[in-house]
């Protein structure tokens, strides 16, 4: 390749505000079209937007988890332009005094740590939704007025696959702060692919074509591939590269242009006279600093380091924020995360369903600490515990009481496992004898035999044991 690929992402994120940036109208999802609606997000003449203060508080917090630095004064300016969707003819934004700027994510690509770039932080409200049916066009203005942040970044990555990654990190870091819910499918989350290419050595940044609204990570990379392609080609024949807007169609896999790219003079940004600037003192600053939750990557690394769980676990249970702090609960109520970890990996999350921040968990954290419990006693086997698993699941009983109630016991008792032994030694001679003539990998042919005639109770260490005592076999 003789060309190197240059990408910045714009991300806008809803904030989790109960109600919109300007008005006390609910925020929502999927309320019936025009419900959630008054005269300030409407853009009736005379009303006066009134800035939401939790708003202000998830944006900061939002900065913050990126490093920025916060401005102590900045302001609320128009962007105009026309649009259905859009009922004011203006968006209220930030402009040229955005609250916050300069800060960076840490990425992990083949192993290696990347800082990219942010360029700054800042808040704004969203749109309304078109719809286009046939002929007809309609205009759901629920969304009219939900707070965002923009997320500008740095036109410092360099290729897609280091853009989705950065997406994904961006992602997990919102969720986890529990500023945004993280749904691309929904629209809560949504990203705009700035791309150019340059000839490999050169310093200067080439034209670049913005992609619109990518809406799953899945088209991230493909987009963007497909942009970098289709720029070189442009090149190599000889010709230029023309600044413009994007679309993608996923069912053809290419973009299409959609309009020449608007410069900032088109918008006739002027700063917002119903609001006045934003002054965000010190202590409020300071106040969301000392309650930010943990970043994934901080997690991630305690669950490695000082929980001692191996990489891969610790990724996996940092997916979700909810499985976290599931899996957290039951390591400390049963004292040993590593056992913990294995069996939430291996049978709880198998049952787990997320939507957005939310993770429907069909049994609680103590539920599983006491079953752990109860093999870690000895009262039951590991794989008498997963069918007991299966019975707790979506019910609040105790592990005790179900297996009180199905009359469940690991046999622990030597002699009468030896009796089975025995018994199964006699009925198989042949595999006896090839065992007792070092054909060793038999001896997991009689563990089976006495598992299926115990119905898995038996302790499996005593079956060892009384096996080679039996057969003769060393220790
Ligand atoms: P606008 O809001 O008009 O899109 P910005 O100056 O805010 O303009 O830039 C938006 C994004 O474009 C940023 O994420 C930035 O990193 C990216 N960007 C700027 N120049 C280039 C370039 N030549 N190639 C790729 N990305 C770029
Ligand atoms: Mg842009
Ligand atoms: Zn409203």
Redesign the pocket.
């Known amino acids: 390749m003789r060309y190197e690929a240059?990408?910045?992402?714009?991300v806008h994120a809803q904030l989790l505000t109960r109600t919109k940036a300007f008005c006390a109208c609910p925020t929502t999802y999927g309320a019936p079209p025009n419900t959630q609606v008054c005269p300030v997000c409407l853009g009736l003449p005379g009303a006066l937007p009134v800035l939401n203060g939790e708003a202000v508080r998830l944006a900061v917090r939002t900065a913050l988890a990126l490093s920025c630095t916060i401005r102590r004064h900045s302001r609320f300016a128009r962007k105009n332009y026309f649009y259905p969707d859009l009922p004011k003819g203006y968006q209220i934004s930030q402009y040229d005094e955005p609250f916050s700027d300069g800060g960076h994510l840490e990425i992990e690509v083949d192993g290696k740590t990347r800082k990219i770039g942010i360029?700054r932080v800042h808040m704004e409200e969203d749109a309304g939704k078109s719809q286009h049916l046939g002929r007809t066009s309609v205009v759901d203005l629920n969304r009219s007025g939900v707070p965002l942040v923009e997320i500008?970044?740095?036109?410092d990555l360099r290729g897609a696959a280091e853009a989705a990654e950065y997406l994904r990190t961006l992602r997990d870091v919102l969720v986890f702060v529990g500023v945004n819910d993280g749904n691309l499918e929904e629209g809560s989350f949504r990203c705009?692919a700035?791309?150019?290419v340059r000839p490999v050595g050169e310093a200067k940044?080439?034209?670049?074509v913005?992609l619109k609204n990518i809406n799953s990570f899945r088209f991230v990379e493909k987009a963007i591939d497909h942009e970098i392609v289709r720029q070189a080609g442009v090149l190599d024949a000889g010709g230029r590269v023309v600044q413009e807007t994007r679309g993608w169609n996923e069912d053809e896999g290419k973009s299409f242009s959609m309009r020449s790219?608007?410069?900032?003079q088109d918008y006739r940004y002027f700063p917002d006279p119903d609001l006045p600037p934003l002054v965000l003192d010190e202590s409020f600053v300071h106040e969301v600093r000392a309650r930010m939750p943990e970043l994934p990557r901080a997690k991630r690394q305690r669950f490695a380091g000082e929980m001692g769980l191996s990489a891969y676990a610790a990724q996996v249970l940092t997916g979700h924020p909810r499985v976290a702090a599931f899996f957290e609960e039951a390591a400390a109520l049963h004292g040993n995360p590593t056992r913990v970890a294995n069996f939430v990996q291996s049978e709880v999350l198998r049952d787990v369903h997320t939507r957005g921040l939310v993770a429907e968990i069909p049994v609680s954290a103590a539920q599983v600490a006491s079953l752990l419990k109860l093999v870690d006693r000895g009262t039951i086997s590991g794989k008498q515990a997963k069918e007991v698993y299966g019975k707790l699941v979506g019910t609040d009983r105790s592990p005790e009481d179900v297996v009180a109630s199905v009359g469940m016991q690991q046999v622990t008792d030597a002699g009468a496992i030896e009796a089975i032994c025995a018994r199964l030694i006699e009925s198989s001679p042949k595999q006896a004898a090839d065992l007792r003539a070092g054909k060793t990998n038999l001896l997991g042919f009689f563990v089976g035999q006495v598992m299926k005639e115990t119905k898995g109770s038996a302790n499996p260490q005593l079956v060892n044991e009384a096996l080679k005592k039996l057969l003769g076999l060393p220790g």
Not at 205 to 208: A, E, H, I, Y
Not at 261 to 264: C, L, M, N, S, V
Request: glycine share 14%.
């Open positions: 240059v990408i910045g992402l714009e360029t500008v970044g740095e036109p705009d700035n791309v150019s940044l080439g034209t670049r913005e790219k608007e410069e900032a």
